[in-house]
């Protein structure tokens, strides 16, 4: 869409001289099309029809979104994705604030360590699941033995209906905090050096400088950063699928678990559309109620600066 | 920022007289601070290594060592045998030539398409498009799951590797076009209005002068887009079949079906999991510079 934009910052009137730029957009519109656009919108028709594999489909309107209230497995996981998420969005963002700021400082190997501390997140999720599944076994495994060094009984991690959705949120946590790392990272790197050194003249506490120079110069990517993993965690999908299923019982089944299980397992092909399109509207309205809250602090800071 | 690091140290203790202080307290400090640092680096990066250590551990450890209490790290014999039963059964190496193939094509195709996208939206400024790329950003695998099995079941791709490669352009299309996107946002757009009024055309501009600078932001979208596609699971628990299964796939079967033992499991997972490991080693410049400049765009 080339429409006339009054901040047009080239200083060259866009309607002269520019060239066309659709040839280079094209293909990548037409493969958008195919695997992105044509899925959802077959989805959108799946979902009002009564769809089961192997068996002749009905048209029923609303009706399978009509089932979801009183799906309590539905409700169940709505609550789960929910805990899920917030934990998994602040967890990561309070150690990878804390990362960056490490990492922001000069030691040697500083590039190494970095890499080292981004292989998590890099790492197959099949693949690191399977080892956390035998860390966590009750008897055998590595971490209720670390646990009893220091004094703790031990616990039954993702074995318990109580202590599993903390459990993966910890592996969350350990997977995904080298992103908000890199993201604060790169926020730190363009603060400029004057602010720290009048602050050391004047006295200033590494604490004090933190708060009051560092923490709001970074808030834009604490935002970014905030936003992409709260997209994640709410998709979240391979560790709770290979470490726990979902169960014990339900008690770890978020909504990307159930959309697998009705759409795969049952395959209950309408319903589960149905569910894809009420999943993806609630992540929309939670990034929306994200950005919204971003923009509010925009406006509170320009006035407080004014 | 060495100005911060020598802080901490100061600040913890309240001092607000820094700048009459004598040398050698200056230089107690200075220690202190990098014990402190060191200290902190190592808490930070000691979840990942030793995750990774103990990895390496269950995976050349025999049955016995891997039961026993308490646990044992480096243990008196080690079972390589765990990695050749992998190598050799389960048809490990039919599933990493799927994956290579499922990735390298994904990846390469969506470099060809999404680079000159990213240019193109970044230099229209077309914002509309980018919601479309963020809409597949943020829809959940499987929502294109479900409709597009039905079209490969029509079509009578399943069975084939077609199905994963196609689907595989969900994750890596759209890390390549926003990576680009970002990155020609940011580079001078004034050394392509030159080339223009020398009479360049679009493509040749993009050709010459557009595409030479973006050569970094091109090296992070691939690297990205190859690691995203190699771990996908999503896609590959649904749509592979026996013959056409990704790595991720196949150790998620071992897991279900054909044996409990620990070790060759782990040795599973670490050969999987191995080459995208190697790449963030040796690649996390090219990560860390992408990710600052598409962050630092979108701040």
């Not at chain 1, 609303?62 to 089932?67: E, G, K, T």
């Not at chain 2, 599933?95 to 193939?101: G, P």
């Given at each position: 869409?080339?429409?006339?934009?009054?901040?047009?910052?080239?200083?060259?009137?866009?309607?002269?001289?520019?060239?066309?730029?659709?040839?280079?957009?094209?293909?990548?519109?037409?493969?958008?099309?195919?695997?992105?656009?044509?899925?959802?919108?077959?989805?959108?028709?799946?979902?009002?029809?009564?769809?089961?594999?192997?068996?002749?489909?009905?048209?029923?309107?609303?009706?399978?979104?009509?089932?979801?209230?009183?799906?309590?497995?539905?409700?169940?996981?709505?609550?789960?994705?929910?805990?899920?998420?917030?934990?998994?969005?602040?967890?990561?963002?309070?150690?990878?604030?804390?990362?960056?700021?490490?990492?922001?400082?000069?030691?040697?190997?500083?590039?190494?360590?970095?890499?080292?501390?981004?292989?998590?997140?890099?790492?197959?999720?099949?693949?690191?699941?399977?080892?956390?599944?035998?860390?966590?076994?009750?008897?055998?495994?590595?971490?209720?033995?670390?646990?009893?060094?220091?004094?703790?009984?031990?616990?039954?991690?993702?074995?318990?209906?109580?202590?599993?959705?903390?459990?993966?949120?910890?592996?969350?946590?350990?997977?995904?905090?080298?992103?908000?790392?890199?993201?604060?990272?790169?926020?730190?790197?363009?603060?400029?050096?004057?602010?720290?050194?009048?602050?050391?003249?004047?006295?200033?506490?590494?604490?004090?400088?933190?708060?009051?120079?560092?923490?709001?110069?970074?808030?834009?990517?604490?935002?970014?950063?905030?936003?992409?993993?709260?997209?994640?965690?709410?998709?979240?999908?391979?560790?709770?699928?290979?470490?726990?299923?979902?169960?014990?019982?339900?008690?770890?089944?978020?909504?990307?678990?159930?959309?697998?299980?009705?759409?795969?397992?049952?395959?209950?092909?309408?319903?589960?559309?149905?569910?894809?399109?009420?999943?993806?509207?609630?992540?929309?309205?939670?990034?929306?109620?994200?950005?919204?809250?971003?923009?509010?602090?925009?406006?509170?800071?320009?006035?407080?600066?004014? | 920022?060495?100005?911060?690091?020598?802080?901490?140290?100061?600040?913890?203790?309240?001092?607000?007289?820094?700048?009459?202080?004598?040398?050698?307290?200056?230089?107690?400090?200075?220690?202190?601070?990098?014990?402190?640092?060191?200290?902190?680096?190592?808490?930070?990066?000691?979840?990942?290594?030793?995750?990774?250590?103990?990895?390496i551990?269950?995976s050349i450890?025999?049955?016995?060592?891997?039961?026993?209490?308490?646990?044992?790290?480096?243990?008196?014999?080690f079972a390589w045998e765990n990695y050749k039963a992998v190598l050799t059964s389960?048809?490990f190496?039919?599933?990493?030539?799927?994956?290579?193939?499922?990735?390298?094509?994904?990846?390469?195709?969506?470099?060809?398409?999404?680079?000159?996208?990213?240019?193109?939206?970044?230099?229209?400024?077309?914002?509309?498009?980018?919601?479309?790329?963020?809409?597949?950003?943020?829809?959940?695998?499987?929502?294109?799951?479900?409709?597009?099995?039905?079209?490969?079941?029509?079509?009578?791709?399943?069975?084939?590797?077609?199905?994963?490669?196609?689907?595989?352009?969900?994750?890596?299309?759209?890390?390549?076009?926003?990576?680009?996107?970002?990155?020609?946002?940011?580079?001078?757009?004034?050394?392509?209005?030159?080339?223009?009024?020398?009479?360049?055309?679009?493509?040749?501009?993009?050709?010459?002068?557009?595409?030479?600078?973006?050569?970094?932001?091109?090296?992070?979208?691939?690297?990205?887009?190859?690691?995203?596609?190699?771990?996908?699971?999503?896609?590959?628990?649904?749509?592979?079949?026996?013959?056409?299964?990704?790595?991720?796939?196949?150790?998620?079967?071992?897991?279900?079906?054909?044996?409990?033992?620990?070790g060759p499991?782990a040795a599973a997972a670490l050969l999987?999991?191995a080459?995208?490991?190697?790449?963030?080693?040796?690649?996390?410049?090219?990560?860390?510079?992408?990710?600052?400049?598409?962050?630092?765009?979108?701040?």
């Amino acid at each position: 869409m080339r429409e006339p934009r009054r901040d047009n910052s080239t200083g060259l009137p866009q309607r002269w001289g520019a060239p066309s730029y659709w040839p280079f957009v094209l293909p990548a519109m037409f493969i958008v099309l195919a695997v992105i656009v044509f899925p959802w919108i077959f989805t959108v028709w799946m979902s009002l029809h009564e769809w089961k594999v192997g068996q002749p489909t009905i048209f029923v309107g609303l009706f399978n979104y009509l089932r979801m209230p009183k799906d309590p497995r539905f409700v169940e996981a709505i609550w789960h994705t929910l805990l899920y998420t917030a934990l998994s969005v602040i967890l990561p963002l309070f150690f990878g604030t804390l990362a960056a700021v490490v990492f922001h400082q000069k030691f040697p190997l500083r590039g190494f360590m970095r890499g080292l501390y981004i292989m998590p997140m890099m790492a197959t999720p099949v693949a690191i699941a399977l080892v956390w599944t035998m860390m966590f076994h009750p008897q055998l495994g590595v971490l209720n033995y670390l646990l009893s060094l220091v004094g703790i009984p031990p616990q039954l991690w993702v074995f318990h209906p109580g202590s599993v959705i903390p459990s993966l949120v910890m592996v969350e946590t350990w997977q995904w905090s080298p992103l908000v790392m890199l993201i604060v990272l790169g926020g730190l790197a363009a603060i400029p050096t004057e602010p720290y050194e009048s602050a050391l003249i004047d006295g200033a506490s590494f604490w004090q400088m933190f708060r009051f120079i560092t923490l709001p110069l970074i808030t834009p990517f604490l935002f970014i950063a905030g936003m992409i993993r709260l997209i994640d965690a709410l998709k979240s999908f391979d560790i709770i699928f290979a470490i726990t299923q979902g169960g014990p019982g339900n008690a770890s089944e978020t909504i990307n678990l159930y959309l697998y299980s009705v759409a795969f397992v049952y395959y209950d092909i309408g319903y589960g559309s149905a569910i894809a399109l009420v999943f993806f509207v609630l992540i929309v309205v939670l990034a929306a109620v994200m950005l919204q809250m971003r923009q509010r602090m925009h406006w509170n800071e320009a006035m407080g600066g004014a | 920022m060495s100005l911060i690091g020598h802080s901490n140290t100061a600040g913890r203790r309240g001092s607000h007289r820094r700048a009459q202080q004598g040398g050698f307290r200056v230089t107690l400090r200075k220690v202190a601070g990098k014990i402190g640092l060191a200290f902190a680096v190592f808490l930070i990066v000691s979840p990942a290594i030793l995750f990774f250590i103990w990895m390496i551990s269950l995976s050349i450890k025999y049955e016995i060592d891997n039961a026993s209490y308490p646990p044992i790290l480096i243990p008196d014999r080690f079972a390589w045998e765990n990695y050749k039963a992998v190598l050799t059964s389960n048809r490990f190496i039919q599933y990493f030539f799927n994956t290579l193939i499922v990735t390298g094509s994904a990846t390469l195709f969506a470099l060809v398409v999404g680079v000159p996208a990213g240019y193109g939206i970044a230099r229209m400024r077309a914002h509309k498009a980018a919601i479309v790329i963020l809409i597949a950003r943020i829809t959940p695998g499987l929502s294109y799951l479900i409709p597009l099995f039905l079209a490969f079941q029509w079509l009578g791709l399943l069975g084939t590797l077609a199905p994963q490669i196609i689907i595989h352009l969900v994750v890596t299309v759209p890390i390549v076009i926003w990576i680009m996107i970002g990155f020609f946002e940011t580079t001078p757009i004034e050394l392509e209005e030159a080339a223009r009024l020398d009479g360049a055309g679009a493509w040749q501009v993009f050709r010459h002068v557009a595409l030479p600078i973006a050569r970094p932001g091109i090296a992070v979208a691939f690297i990205l887009a190859v690691i995203f596609s190699w771990n996908n699971f999503v896609f590959g628990i649904v749509l592979a079949g026996r013959e056409t299964r990704t790595l991720p796939v196949a150790v998620y079967n071992m897991i279900s079906f054909d044996q409990l033992s620990w070790g060759p499991l782990a040795a599973a997972a670490l050969l999987v999991t191995a080459p995208v490991l190697l790449l963030t080693i040796f690649a996390q410049r090219q990560i860390v510079a992408g990710l600052t400049a598409g962050a630092v765009k979108g701040g």
